[in-house]
Structure formats: C-alpha cells, structure tokens
C-alpha cells in the first residue's frame, strides 16, 4: 500500500516562494516516478511536474523555470519548490504515484497566492 502525504501549503503573495513536501511510504521514491498536480478552483486537476527513478525531471510550460522537482532518497520525500509565485499558481496540489494496477493520490495541500 502506497501513502502520499502533501504539506507545505500555505498564503504568499505574489513572487513569493514556498517548498512544498510528499512524504512517501509503501514504494521507495528512487525506484519510481512521483508527479505533482494541482487543481485550480473550477478547473480539472492538471499536470505540474514529476521525477523518475533515473533523476529525470518533466515540468508542464507553466511552470517550468520557476518550479523545482527534487528528492530525498533518505527521507523518502518529494519537492516541489515554487518560486517567482502567480496568483494563477493558487491550486491544491497532490502528489501522485502509480503502482500497477493502482493510482495513488495524497489528500492534497493548499497553495493561495494573493495579487
């Protein structure tokens, strides 16, 4: 059984940064890709960024440059630092790994950028 558990949320205003964690059980995260998504209010949950087991990193336009996908095979931990801050980058984010046959999502963390 795979658990993603976001933290790290929290209200920054414009141009601010903030790091976001998933701490992971269940897979070891050197082994697999973890993926970060967001959710924007009203909208369908939607690609940010993700890293696999080999290092490599893959960040969706809006993001790339400002946001940094990194982890910590000791910790067990995905980042996701996020820099340079946009109201548009106001989401819940979730963490997502899949372990065929299953997906498996965190419950998510609140991101809120003020204007």
């Known amino acids: 059984q795979v658990q993603l558990v976001e933290s790290g949320g929290d209200f920054v205003q414009t141009g601010g940064s903030l790091r976001l964690s998933c701490a992971v059980s269940?897979?070891?995260?050197?082994?697999?890709?973890v993926t970060w998504y967001r959710q924007r209010p009203g909208e369908e949950r939607g690609f940010v960024a993700e890293?696999?087991?080999?290092?490599?990193?893959f960040y969706a336009d809006s993001v790339r440059g400002r946001f940094t996908i990194s982890r910590d095979n000791v910790k067990n931990v995905v980042y996701l630092e996020m820099n340079n801050l946009k109201p548009e980058d106001t989401a819940v984010y979730f963490c997502?790994?899949?372990?065929?046959?299953?997906?498996?999502w965190g419950q998510g963390t609140l991101v809120t950028v003020s204007s």
């Open positions: 269940g897979i070891t995260v050197s082994t697999t890709t």
């Open positions: 997502y790994n899949k372990k065929y046959p299953h997906d498996y």
């Open positions: 890293i696999g087991g080999g290092d490599w990193t």
